[in-house]
């Protein structure tokens, strides 16, 4: 039966980085353990093993993985739990990273920061101690996981129903009044906003709207992390808003209004860092994602086209970030309704007003142009002249240089 392949990462045959291979089935590296992927993917080098804590690894937590170079993952929890067929698992599989999979909690106080492991088979070592026993993921292990995960897959669907029922509760007059969204500088009304997350596809999207940003200059609102993709990209970004706890010190110094994303209750972790900075920062307390939270604020502020990249756009996608926290993104599309675009479709649908084509018939136009207003004048007629004798020494010498036609 074949499956279908949602996402995969770039091709590595065998672990790298110094990863000794003696036997085949044994990898060795230096330990780097975080409960949190993102965080841990901030220092993780390549030829290291990644110890997480990540149940249902989603896409973009296994891209950034991968992206790293790891000798391997041990991960204390399932990788696919059966709830919903997530991507994650697939794509580390696929990239060549042997993942030791559902260990057990206890690894995660087990295995100290910066210590040498060795992934023998099923068993994770340190020294000759046997810290930790899982499963060792295969293609055949990850496409049973996947196939049984979708047989739950209408459970999740009901869950992410009711889910999506009780954010409507809870957030009805933000979404319906735009209750709640804080003023903020940056002027937005009347403009096109760019939403940046660091998510799916996030750097081919932003190459491909090169053009776009050049000709509408868009307002650039980086969502955590995605404010570094902006100031990647060569940009600077004219709004922050998150949680901060992915984006970068340079980003938030880089002059863009900072909003923090803070709990209902009005907590705020992200906001302590921020004014650590010397930044000031509006808060905006609201259920929900950052990226919902960009969103809503583009749209109360009278943006007229919001573009986004990197976001969540399809229900697998939904789903596989893995969290009830969803329904609020599926709600606020709704809410922000027709403003809202996916990047993808800006750069398919998306085509300079001016084309090459237009641009040298604008040249010719000017060229001639001024050669008639210089035949007209006296001075011109002498320019003219001396120009085209000049001209014509040139073709002389050209012609001159090529062979003749011989006796």
């Known amino acids: 039966m074949s499956r279908r392949r949602w996402g995969r990462g770039p091709a590595r045959a065998e672990a790298s980085g110094g990863a000794s291979q003696a036997p085949a089935s044994t990898v060795q590296g230096t330990a780097r353990v975080d409960r949190r992927t993102k965080t841990l993917t901030k220092r993780l080098r390549s030829g290291e093993i990644a110890v997480i804590d990540h149940l249902d690894l989603d896409r973009v937590s296994a891209e950034a993985l991968v992206a790293c170079g790891p000798a391997a993952v041990v991960n204390a929890s399932a990788s696919t739990s059966g709830r919903y067929p997530n991507l994650g698992p697939e794509i580390l599989v696929e990239a060549g990273v042997p993942v030791l999979d559902a260990v057990g909690t206890e690894v995660m106080t087990a295995v100290a920061e910066g210590s040498r492991l060795q992934l023998v088979g099923d068993e994770l070592r340190s020294g000759e101690e046997v ?4 499963r060792r993921l295969t293609p055949e292990l990850v496409a049973a ?3 049984a995960a979708r047989a739950g897959l209408s459970l999740q669907l009901e869950a992410f129903a009711a889910n999506t029922m009780e954010y409507l509760r809870r957030e009805r007059e933000l979404l319906l009044d ?3 969204v804080p003023d903020v500088r940056t002027r937005l009304e009347g403009r096109h906003a760019l939403i940046v997350v660091r998510g799916y596809h996030y750097k081919e999207d ?4 090169r053009s776009y940003v ?6 650039l609102i980086g969502v955590d992390g995605g404010a570094d993709a902006i100031l990647e990209a060569g940009w600077r970004p004219d709004m922050i808003v998150g949680d901060m706890d992915s984006v970068s010190d340079a980003a938030l110094r880089s002059g863009a209004e900072v909003v923090v994303h803070a709990y209902r209750d009005g907590r705020a972790p992200g906001l302590e860092r921020v004014r650590g900075l010397g930044i000031d920062a509006v808060v905006f307390p609201a259920t929900g994602t950052s990226e919902d939270v960009a969103m809503l604020l583009a749209d109360d502020k009278g943006a007229t086209l919001i573009a986004a990249v990197g976001t969540h756009v399809t229900l697998v996608e939904f789903l596989d970030k893995g969290r009830s926290g969803m329904a609020s993104t599926f709600l606020t599309r709704l809410r922000v309704g027709g403003k809202l675009v996916d990047a993808k479709g ?3 649908l998306y085509q300079s007003r ?3 084509r237009q641009v040298l018939l604008l040249v010719l136009a000017g060229v001639l142009a001024l050669v008639a207003a210089l035949a007209v004048t006296p001075t011109g007629q002498a320019i003219l002249a001396v120009t085209g004798a000049r001209l ?4 002389v010498f050209a012609t001159g240089l090529l062979p003749g036609d011989g006796p």
């Open 346 to 348: 800006v750069s398919r």
């Open 392 to 395: 014509g020494d040139v073709w």
């Open 178 to 180: 735009g209750v709640g």
């Open 145 to 147: 996981d996947m196939e």
């Open 131 to 134: 810290v930790a026993r899982g």
């Open 354 to 356: 001016v084309s090459d």
């Open 206 to 209: 932003l190459v491909t709207l």
């Open 214 to 219: 050049r000709e509408y200059k868009p307002v």
